[in-house]
C-alpha cells in the first residue's frame, strides 16, 4: 500500500486506479546511484522507464562543435522521470543520464511492463494511454518554450 501512495505522487501515474498502479509497483526496481554515478548513456540499448524518486539527475548531450563538451540539456528533480523514448521505442538512449548527489529511483523495464500487458491487456492499455497523454502534455509545453526562443533569436 506505501508503493502505491508513493506512485500517486507522480504526476506521470497521476489518475491511473489502485489496481493499475498496483501492477506497476509489483514490477518496480528501487536502485539508489551516487554523485556522478551514469545512469545511462547516449548510444547504449535502453528498455528502462526512470521514476525519479529523491534526488536529482543531469542530463546531458554533446555539442558537435567541440571534442568532450557537452550541453546540460535539463536538471530532473523528485517526481520526475527519464528513459521514456528507450523504452517505447527500444531504440538508444539519446542522452546521457548522471546523478546529482545521492538519487534513488524506481525502474520499470519494458520486459516487465509486456508482461503486464499480457496479463491484462485492459490495464496496460489504460497505463499506456496514461503515459503517453502526459508525455503528450510535455511536448505541447516544450512547443510553446520552444516557438518563443526561436521568436526571441531573430
Known amino acids: 500500500m506505501a508503493k502505491i501512495a508513493m506512485l ?8 491511473l486506479s489502485e489496481i493499475e498502479l498496483n501492477k506497476i509497483a509489483d514490477r518496480l526496481a528501487v536502485k539508489a546511484y551516487h554523485d556522478g554515478d551514469v545512469i545511462c548513456r547516449r548510444g547504449d540499448k535502453g528498455r528502462n522507464l526512470y ?8 542530463v546531458t ?11 546540460t540539456v535539463s536538471i530532473l528533480s523528485e517526481g520526475m522521470f527519464f528513459g521514456e523514448l528507450s523504452f517505447f ?4 538512449y539519446s542522452a546521457d543520464v548522471t546523478a546529482k548527489g545521492a538519487t534513488n529511483l524506481l525502474v520499470l ?5 509486456d508482461q ?17 497523454l502526459s508525455l503528450i ?18
Open 8 to 15: 500517486r505522487e507522480f504526476p506521470l501515474l497521476k489518475g
Open 51 to 58: 521514476l525519479i524518486k529523491a534526488g536529482r539527475v543531469c
Open 61 to 71: 548531450l554533446p555539442l558537435h562543435r567541440y571534442d568532450k563538451e557537452v550541453q
Open 89 to 92: 521505442d527500444g531504440k538508444e
Open 109 to 113: 523495464n519494458r520486459a516487465d511492463f
Open 116 to 132: 503486464i500487458i499480457e496479463a491484462d491487456p485492459e490495464s496496460g492499455y489504460e497505463i499506456q494511454r496514461h503515459i503517453i
Open 137 to 154: 502534455s510535455i511536448i505541447r509545453k516544450m512547443n510553446v518554450r520552444y516557438s518563443r526562443n526561436v521568436f526571441f533569436d531573430h
